[in-house]
C-alpha cells in the first residue's frame, strides 16, 4: 500500500507550457491525501526559489520536502537533513566558472546569490522559470560561505572537464543549460530515505514521480517510479510505469492506474 508520494515539480506537477499545476493533479493530490497518503515535494530548487507551489501549499497539502536534490530536507520549520559541500570544492567550481566567464548560482541554507549574471540566467530563471532577479555576488564575497548546491551555467564539454576537480561532488541535470552540483552522494534518494524515517513510512510504501535527469535515483529508489511523458528515454528506462505528460493529466492518469485513487 502508498503511504507517500514524492514529486518533482518542474515539468512533473508544474507545466513548462502554463507555469501552473493542471487542475487534474490538484484533484488526484487532494483525493490520495484524503485517504491518508503523506504528499512530499522532491525537487532541485532550493526553498528560496519554490515559487510555484502556492496551488498546493493554499490547500496545505504537502507534508514535506526534498529540495536541492536531496541535500536540504525540510518538514514545517524543522530541518530534517542537510549536507554541504566541500569547501575546497566550491572555490574550485568557482574558480572554473571565473575562468570561463561562466555565471554560477550559489545557493546557501537561507541566501542565494550568482556571479556574473548572464543572458541564459535571466532567460531560463527569470523570464521561463519566473524567480525573482537573484543578489549578485562577487566571488571573494560568497567563496567562504557554507554552500549546499551549485547551479553553474556549464556545458557538459565543460562538465566532463571541472569533474576531476571536484570528486566528492555529485552533478545531475534537469534542463540542458546548467547544472545542479551537490556533495558526493546526494541526491533525491537520500532525500527519500530521510523523509520516510522521519515519518516511520517503510520504503516498499512510497511512490515517487519525475522527468528529468536528476529524477532517475529516486524514481529507481522508490517502491513505485513514474516517470511523465515527456520524460527523457533515459528516464522512461528507470522506471515502472511512463505516463502521459504533465499537461496530458499524467500525475492523475498513474494514479488512478495503481489504484491510489
Request: include cysteine.
Amino acid at each position: 500500500m502508498t503511504k507517500a508520494i514524492f514529486f518533482d515539480i518542474d515539468g512533473t506537477l508544474v507545466s513548462f507550457r502554463t507555469h501552473h499545476i493542471p487542475s487534474s493533479t490538484i484533484e488526484a493530490i487532494k483525493e490520495a491525501r484524503g485517504k491518508g497518503v503523506k504528499i512530499f515535494i522532491a525537487t532541485g530548487r532550493p526553498k528560496i526559489l519554490i515559487n510555484n507551489l502556492s496551488e498546493l501549499q493554499d490547500l496545505d497539502l504537502i507534508d514535506g520536502y526534498v529540495t536541492m536534490n536531496g541535500a536540504y530536507c525540510f518538514v514545517g520549520e524543522q530541518v530534517i537533513y542537510k549536507h554541504a559541500i566541500r569547501p575546497e570544492e566550491v572555490r574550485a567550481m568557482g574558480e572554473f566558472c571565473e575562468r570561463k566567464g561562466d555565471a554560477c548560482i550559489f545557493v546557501e541554507e537561507h541566501a542565494i546569490s550568482v556571479c556574473r549574471p548572464n543572458e541564459l540566467v535571466k532567460k531560463i530563471f527569470y523570464d521561463f522559470l519566473h524567480v525573482d532577479v537573484i543578489p549578485t555576488v562577487t566571488l571573494d564575497e560568497v567563496i567562504n560561505n557554507e554552500i549546499i548546491q551549485l547551479t553553474p551555467f556549464i556545458t557538459e564539454e565543460e562538465e566532463r572537464e571541472v569533474l576531476p576537480y571536484i570528486p566528492n561532488c555529485e552533478i545531475g541535470r534537469w534542463y540542458p543549460a546548467f547544472a545542479d552540483i551537490t556533495a558526493k552522494g546526494v541526491t533525491k534518494q537520500v532525500g527519500i530515505d530521510a523523509i520516510i524515517k522521519h515519518f516511520g513510512i517503510k520504503l516498499e510504501e512510497t511512490m515517487a514521480f519525475g522527468d528529468g535527469g536528476n529524477d532517475i535515483s529516486m524514481l529507481r529508489h522508490a517502491a513505485i517510479g513514474v516517470a511523465m511523458g515527456q520524460a527523457r528515454d533515459e528516464v522512461k528506462a528507470a522506471v515502472n510505469y511512463v505516463t502521459t505528460s504533465v499537461d496530458e493529466d499524467g500525475i492523475s492518469h498513474a494514479m488512478k492506474h495503481f489504484g491510489i485513487i
